[in-house]
């Protein structure tokens, strides 16, 4: 929770937020969010970006950017509908690892080398990776210094330029978070400010047409796991509550029921995404992301395998959520890959606990004030050793 | 479905949007609706007013005026808490009739005449009635001409003075809708325009403690009926289903389940009124809305009760969600008026139903395209006589 002091200022600069307020042994604390303000969903809304960016250009030498997932390279279903004008520019990404902070300095540099004025925009089209990079470069555009040294909460000082959000894939949440999660030489930790979050989102549930299907339960439970941690912390208010427990009946319908057709099920997973994001957005993750933050770190196993992996084995914190997550495993004939601790050493389990301790609002979330006296280095030790 | 080729236009000049695309035919048409920019939730938040205005005071000439429902009169708790300074001005205000066009004229010349400068904002706080005339006041002092003139779709052409809606119980969806219905002089129909969502809402639960236990349920059937128009509605998509089934779940644990505290149904409720507010934002209610406007043109009978003494009879279009309203009722020893209907002449009744049918986007998501072969004169008495 942040300080009360400076809330005047802050609802005077913010033109899109939700506030959460709470009482506390009698006091008012708060927590605020930027919304995405403009925000378009159908299937084939993905045509009306062009419209969308006309009024956004600067000026003609002022390029947009679209960063866009490697996979869709040659494929003109989608890149045919991409409208490139003047100088703009598709830089294609590999999403096969986490995105970086070195990562993000370099498309920077880039971007600011390769043309006479700053952008106009920047568009992420793509999963996660693609969508943190696309928020992380508009943030770096236009605040000084390296990547690294944003990690972490309310450290951006300037509005980074305008960026646009087209997931993929669904499940991230990362369409609506504030938050940009990024691998840096000392730590897996998100850029949370109230820059990061996308000025416009298209939320087209035909372009997930393409997405394989572990790539499709993993990302899913991405969400399915968002949930599970906002509706079990203690950051769990009304507000965040109605959006979780939307997002955890739509991962129920579709990764349990599935009664829906395969359009339906792209729909609603797309929704559930947004449901699940929001939820968090107002309240925290927990135990799952913090212990995959620090796989991720270290190994770079990729986020959602990664908190699948970790949440498998969380059932001493969420014994119902993880009870229905083994089922809807066994329903989608997935099987997780085992001992990827198998060969590590003291000092890479230390490497990994450090990485997930650092991340001290998710433990608060998930534990308690006092959760200092029940996460222990052992514990969490003992934990990454099953995995 | 509104024209396409203003698009453009339309993104440009909102700066916050929900864009709903949908394929018909084989050509995109699409549903834009302006977000309630800034939200504030938590029991207590009220305390936060004074803060939130403090920005928006445009000098100490151009007064904040409250409009504020007379059940408060006298009501320290509340009252003491209204930031008052300068010329600021307090006008209560009986919620005991629906909102009238004549109403909303004679306010905005009320507050032109008595302070030198246009206002810095009007501030709302009470039920859907308060709300709705904060919404009618702060377009009313910026456009020209009488209100009446203003009831329909997109009327409204220059942006209203900053406006803020602060409900006191908890159902109606006035918070976060792009609509002020009022009763005019020839017709009840909505001032529903991107101009008329509130700039800031304050969500604050404790704000319903004092509501008479009729009156909650009638409102909170106002939210019900919301979802089920919405979510058995041609207009429906995955955006607007996913709020409707949200507070329609809501609903149901309030109404029908009643495992909750009395705080929790309190903060549940207030967040059922918003995501069915959210729902029909995206959507359009139906079939009990369109008749219970006539009913309220005729007789004034008030919003909430009018709801649901036509969705009582209203099996035929919504059978599930009727059956459950039946039992609500029950639970909850709710007798509703009869025979309100008894002595109406041949030309009442034909005023409702001119009222009733002059709602044609109601009907076409209640029936569908062909509504007007289904829909006839005699079908709507025959309903009306038995109400």
Redesign the interface.
């Known amino acids: 929770m942040r300080e009360i002091s400076t809330?005047?200022q802050q609802?005077?600069r913010?033109?899109?937020?939700?506030?959460?307020?709470?009482?506390e042994d009698g006091y008012?604390s708060?927590k605020n969010y930027p919304?995405v303000?403009?925000?378009?969903?159908?299937?084939?809304?993905f045509?009306?970006l062009e419209?969308?960016l006309?009024?956004k250009r600067l000026n003609v030498k002022a390029p947009f950017i679209f960063l866009v997932d490697d996979v869709f390279k040659g494929n003109s279903w989608l890149t045919s509908r991409i409208p490139l004008a003047y100088h703009d520019k598709v830089l294609y990404i590999s999403a096969e690892e986490e995105p970086k902070t070195s990562q993000v300095d370099e498309l920077v540099e880039q971007i600011i080398l390769g043309h006479k004025d700053h952008p106009s925009g920047i568009i992420g089209i793509g999963g996660g990776t693609i969508l943190d990079l696309a928020k992380a470069v508009s943030i770096m555009l236009t605040n000084e210094g390296e990547t690294r040294n944003y990690q972490g909460w309310d450290l951006v000082k300037n509005p980074a330029i305008y960026h646009v959000g087209i997931p993929t894939i669904s499940g991230t949440g990362s369409e609506v978070s504030r938050t940009t999660v990024l691998t840096g030489p000392n730590k897996k930790l998100g850029i949370n400010s109230d820059y990061t979050p996308f000025d416009q989102v298209i939320l087209d549930?035909e372009l997930t047409n393409g997405v394989p299907k572990n790539q499709w339960f993993y990302t899913g439970m991405d969400c399915y796991i968002h949930c599970i941690e906002s509706l079990n912390g203690t950051y769990l208010?009304?507000?965040s509550?109605?959006?979780g427990?939307?997002a955890y009946?739509?991962c129920k319908a579709i990764f349990v029921d599935k009664k829906l057709s395969k359009k339906?099920t792209q729909?609603?997973l797309?929704?559930?995404s947004?449901?699940g994001g929001m939820s968090i957005a107002y309240s925290q993750v927990g135990v799952a992301h913090a212990m995959s933050y620090g796989l991720s770190y270290l190994l770079g196993t990729k986020h959602g395998i990664g908190n699948c992996i970790v949440f498998d084995h969380l059932d001493e914190f969420y014994p119902e959520g993880v009870a229905l997550f083994k089922k809807m495993k066994d329903i989608h004939n997935i099987s997780l890959p085992k001992g990827i601790c198998a060969n590590l050493t003291d000092e890479d389990f230390d490497t990994m606990i450090d990485v997930a301790l650092g991340l001290e609002p998710l433990w608060e979330n998930a534990i308690g004030k006092n959760w200092k006296n029940i996460i222990t280095r052992a514990k969490l030790k003992n934990l990454y050793q099953k995995m």
Do not use: C, T
């Open positions: 809330l005047s609802l005077e913010l033109s899109n937020y939700v506030f959460i307020f709470v009482k008012m708060y919304m303000s403009r925000v378009v969903f159908g299937r084939g809304s045509n009306q419209d969308i006309q009024s549930p208010n009304a507000f509550k109605s959006y427990e939307k009946d739509l339906e729909d609603e797309m929704m559930a947004w449901h």
